[in-house]
């Protein structure tokens, strides 16, 4: 017991210092056909961004910015029956560890959580009684407490997050200054021409970073950012083109609201029938159905969504990485969106029949190649949406609706 009480301690200290240790990285951006011409280098953690122009070499140093503000660092109840509350405030929307320890020292819980800046609280919910230590740190921060659980009705041990009073951000940072801290989440957009191709990543350590340089742009010359998600290429803008491939006007199509402003956002919004130009519904991967999609691209199928979803690690934690961060364009809270595929999913909401739009800033409908795979209502087809916090989780799922309608719509590169 000496000993393994020994190692626990040197961990603790391992951990410590690992998170106070700060360091230069160097990232490298090439490019196939060409280097890029500019790299917009987005941190997605903190809102803060910078573009590089005439070079492809960014230094990347780590600071401290993820402090806790200790005077308010509190545990409530403790000792505590059944559970218990550990607040505090941070400065910076960070990710934080949280590793939880029963009296043996064994790790009962790891977690790792993005928690937005100001007062947040944790939850935790021991299977029995004993003491516990509960230990969050991140990079320059690490603070451990113990609890005392006098009693407990759970069977599994678990850990709540919420957050009481959001901080706004009152320092002024230039587009051109980046920040950064190990674990942040970044987003390279790569330009070269009229080609646009983005690459996510939490870098560790130098790097260099390939983008590639594929066509995707539609018969009016809108150019659309892509984004590689497993083996597949995506479009990582919604579809805004008025005509198909050939010049041929797409009769149901429709600007959310008729506010031409939307367009530019979110892009247009289309009837099924419109989206699949004529083709028959499939799920075949790859569904073959080019559409309103530009020449090289076509209409997803549930099984190319399904690709997608697998790729991300599946239905439970794929919704936040699929979302753009922040509330400019989804409603708030938007707590769980990191946006670390890239796709930059945006909530354009939907036409009815009526031609009421609904659900902008809430939702994102997404037309897909297949129709009713059961025959029997041949009206509706397959699509996906993704919906905002409700309150403390998103959701993505498929939905069947109305050919009639009008929903958005990505493509897959053939």
């Known amino acids: ?16 210092i690992l998170y106070t240790e700060s360091q230069t990285i160097t990232l490298t951006f090439n490019g196939t056909p060409e280097i890029p011409e500019q790299v917009i280098i ?20 780590s600071v401290s910015i993820f402090e806790v503000d200790k005077n308010n660092y509190k545990i409530f109840p403790n000792p505590f029956i059944d559970n218990t509350n550990i607040s505090f405030n941070i400065n910076e929307s960070k990710k934080i560890n949280i590793l939880i320890y ?26 029995k009684s004993g003491i516990y230590l509960i230990k969050i740190f991140a990079e320059n921060f690490y603070q451990s407490s113990s609890v005392i659980c006098e009693k407990s009705t759970h069977k599994n041990p678990e850990l709540s997050f919420s957050v009481v009073n959001q901080r706004k951000n009152t320092e002024t940072k230039s587009t051109d200054d980046i920040t950064f ?45 892509i984004v590689k998600i497993g083996s597949q290429w995506w479009m990582a803008e919604n579809l805004k083109s008025t005509k ?31 989206v699949m130009n004529g ?12 559409g309103v999609c530009p020449t090289g691209w076509h209409i997803p199928s549930e099984i190319e969504w399904d690709e997608m979803r697998d ?31 890239g796709m930059t999913v945006l909530p354009g909401g939907i036409r009815f029949e009526d031609g009421d739009s609904q659900y902008l800033g809430e939702q994102a409908f997404f037309w897909t190649s297949t129709d009713d795979l059961f ?16 309150p403390s989780a998103s959701y993505y799922i498929y939905t069947w609706n109305l050919k009639t309608r009008a929903q958005s719509v990505r493509c897959v590169m053939d």
Not at 1 to 16: E, G, P, Q, R
Not at 246 to 251: P, Q
Not at 375 to 384: H, M, R, V
């Open 1 to 16: 017991m000496k000993i393994k009480n020994i190692i626990f301690s040197i961990y603790l200290i391992f951990i410590h």
């Open 42 to 61: 987005e941190n997605l953690s903190n809102n803060t961004s910078t573009t590089l122009i005439g070079t492809n070499v960014l230094n990347l140093t």
């Open 102 to 127: 029963n009296q043996l020292g064994q790790l009962i819980i790891t977690k790792t959580k993005f928690l937005h800046r100001g007062e947040n609280i944790i939850n935790f919910i021991p299977e």
């Open 181 to 225: 801290t190990f674990g942040d989440i970044l987003k390279f957009t790569g330009i070269y021409s009229n080609h646009s191709s983005i690459i996510t990543d939490s870098p560790t350590s130098s790097t260099t970073y390939n983008f590639e340089f594929l066509s995707c742009i539609d018969f009016e010359n809108n150019n659309y950012p």
């Open 244 to 274: 198909y491939s050939n010049g041929t006007n797409i009769s149901g199509s429709y600007i959310y609201d008729n506010n031409s402003a939307n367009e530019d956002i979110y892009g247009r919004l289309y009837k099924w029938d419109a």
């Open 279 to 290: 083709a028959e519904g499939t799920n075949d991967n790859p569904s073959n159905v080019q």
């Open 311 to 341: 790729a991300l690690g599946g239905w439970e934690i794929m919704h936040g990485k699929l979302k753009e961060t922040g509330t400019i364009h989804w409603f708030a809270p938007n707590n769980d969106a990191t946006n670390e595929s």
């Open 375 to 390: 025959g029997t209502d041949i009206e509706n087809a397959s699509g996906y949406t993704l919906f905002k916090e409700l």
